[in-house]
């Protein structure tokens, strides 16, 4: 049925929308934006900021647009005096608790708050407070958070709360003593916290950022004494261009590869790689348990954030995990035993660092249970992309005048089932590519799983195979980890194999994803976008399964043995344990 | 943060917490249950130690943040315990204007413990309130019952000490 439409206007222009929608969503479709700062769509919806105020004929004060809902008839002024007025006095009102240090700021140029202030016309600071101290809280390994320049929009506890039924963090006490935290104000590291980083990107300012590796890695770049190796995940080479103004979607593979070399990496291979060496795993894995009666549903083990969760809020689904390590260090694991032996260097001497669109991964190379038995932790440190971009602005590259390179081949051929890695579903689809022709066949068997792609929150999915009928589940976020695995344990859901990554729409939308204003994340499916540059380069790649990469071939034939033998059990799997969810 | 984790360990019996699990069950799954769950959680503690906050989240199946937020925004919750002697330090207009604020600053640094708090040992715990009807008294203190007033800062200690011996 089609929704009823609403007729009203906006600065005199008349306009149709939907039901149902509000004053600021109906505004866009005017060409007028409505300034925010609290609203982030389907996230927070709150209208407690009043920036984005709004004068409605008849009604008595100011109204909030982006919770106000559209009546027939309205007639909205988004640009009088009173209501440029109002939002002005209510960011000086803001920016008067918001400690401004902007040009050491980690968000600096990428401020949504400075942006703000400069669209509403501040021109000097009246309500100083000169006072505000900085309150960095520092304990977890990926995040950092400095409530000086917090402003309360809530956009942090919101996401954390609805997109990832985490709730680690939210608003304590009241008034002016309002501020985020944990319950009873305890260190984030001490909290049931995953590591996610959905807030940071959900942040309009600097309270919130990653904690910085980049000093660590140009440490070990300038040290001759070790051989630094790097490798990127697969949805970063299509959000890197993002930092360096490149439309949302962009594939900049090749100019990422020159950046890295430029920067001075010994070796740029790929952990789209190491994504192969988890299909294998991963795939034989699950043939295995479907022929002897393993656990089932077999569930992925790529997201950090995700086994963190299972570990923490779900341990009784434990036995369920995939034992694979995740491609990053399933990557960093063959960079210090198979590369360094053909290579001829002491595992000890190669500083392994991969560029991750996630903030977990920053705490999954510190999880000791990832320790090789020759005492190496297979990667020493882990950049999100934006600091990537960082270090590369940093050395002064042009990098959309960069030519285009290619990865180094030891470990840097890769195929397309790895690539879709970077999305959700990529992980099911490029497993399935892989346990279809090991059952069928290259020739006969189906390449590409549709049902299976796409941003839709849980997607289920039955294929025949072979003797087997293979019902599957997909679901990002980990709201949505919890309505499958609720399903799971009341019986009412049952599934053979299930996909989970922590982050809506899986790493393409990571916590360590280049930033956007909530106004671009509002009206654009960037995860879509994003998603459908991996599944264009899939396409045109010459292997697409796995297990028809030439790398994956050698290694097993001269190094590994076979798939889910002793050597590769060894080095690319491990076992999870419950922990606790409160440390009291 | 002086409301934020008692200093107390926790006492609570299995009879009280079993009283708690029934008030969970019969609010679980109704919107807003957090409020009467953790009023009547004070009822039966008397306050609402970490546990007990606990136990509502878990039971409730909502994030301790926000059954810790619910408690640390209303002043009627309390997060210590009462101790074996209450301290209300009168802050009301009067005992204000007569320097109630450097006799409550006194009972700070002497017991080392803010409004909302306790000391460890449980024996004294202390609050600021409003106007308690003995202006003419002005600054006013009260010890469970007992009322101490015309105060000066210097005489504070003295009378904590007397307490601190009784026990």
Known sequence: MEPKMINLTIDNIPVSVPAGSTVLEAAVSAGIKIPSLCYLKGINEIGACRICVVEVKGARSLMAACVYPVNEGMVVYTNTPKVRHSRKLTMELILSNHRMDCLTCNRNAHCELRQLAADLGIDAIRYANDDLRPQEEASA????????????????????????????????????????????????????????????????????????????????LLDPTKHVVVGP?????????????MPVGTNVEGKMVTALKRLGFDKVFDVDTGADFTIMEEGTEFLQRLSSGGTLPMITSCSPGWVRFCEQHYPEFIPNLSTCKSPQQMFGALVKSYYAEKAGIDPKDIYCVSI????AKKYEVKREEQRMANGCMPVDAALTTRELAKLITQAGMLFEKLPDSEFDPILGISTGASVIFGATGGVMEAALRTVAAKMMGDDNAPLEFHEVRGIKDIKEATYELPGKTVKVCVASGLANAKIVLDGVKSGEMQYDFIEFMACPGGCVNGGGQPLHSAYVRSFNDLRGMRA??????????????SHQSPV??????????????????????????PQKRYRT | MPNCKTAVPYAGTPEQEERLRQVIEAHKGQPGATMPVLQAAQEIFGYLPEEVQIMVAEGLDIP???????????????????????????????????????ILNAVETKLNIQPGGITPDGVFSLDACRCIGACGLAPVIMINDDVYGRLTPDQVGPILDKYMEKK
């Open chain 1, 141 to 220: 390994l990926h995040l950092v958070r400095d409530n000086s320049k917090c402003v309360l929009c809530r956009r942090c506890t919101a996401v954390c709360r609805v997109r990832q039924s985490v709730g680690v963090i939210g608003c304590n006490e009241r008034g002016f003593r309002t501020h985020v935290g944990c319950a009873f104000d305890r260190d984030l590291a001490e909290s049931d916290c995953v590591s996610c980083g959905q807030c940071i990107v959900a942040c309009p300012t600097g309270a919130l950022h990653e904690q910085d590796s980049t000093a660590d890695v140009m440490n070990a």
């Open chain 2, 64 to 102: 301790l943040s926000e059954v810790y937020g619910v408690a640390s925004f209303y002043s009627f919750f309390s997060l210590n315990p009462k101790g074996k002697y209450r301290i209300s330090v009168c802050l009301g207009t009067a005992c204000y204007v007569k320097g109630a604020a450097s």
């Open chain 1, 233 to 245: 995940a697969p949805s970063v080479r299509v959000t890197l261009g993002e930092c360096f103004g």
């Open chain 1, 532 to 545: 459908a540059a991996l599944y264009n380069q899939d396409a045109g790649m010459e292997h697409r399964r």
């Open chain 1, 552 to 577: 994956v071939k050698e290694v097993y034939e001269t190094y590994l043995g076979e798939p889910g033998g002793h050597k590769a059990h060894e080095l690319l799997h491990c076992t999870y344990v």
């Open chain 1, 356 to 359: 991750m669109p996630c903030t």
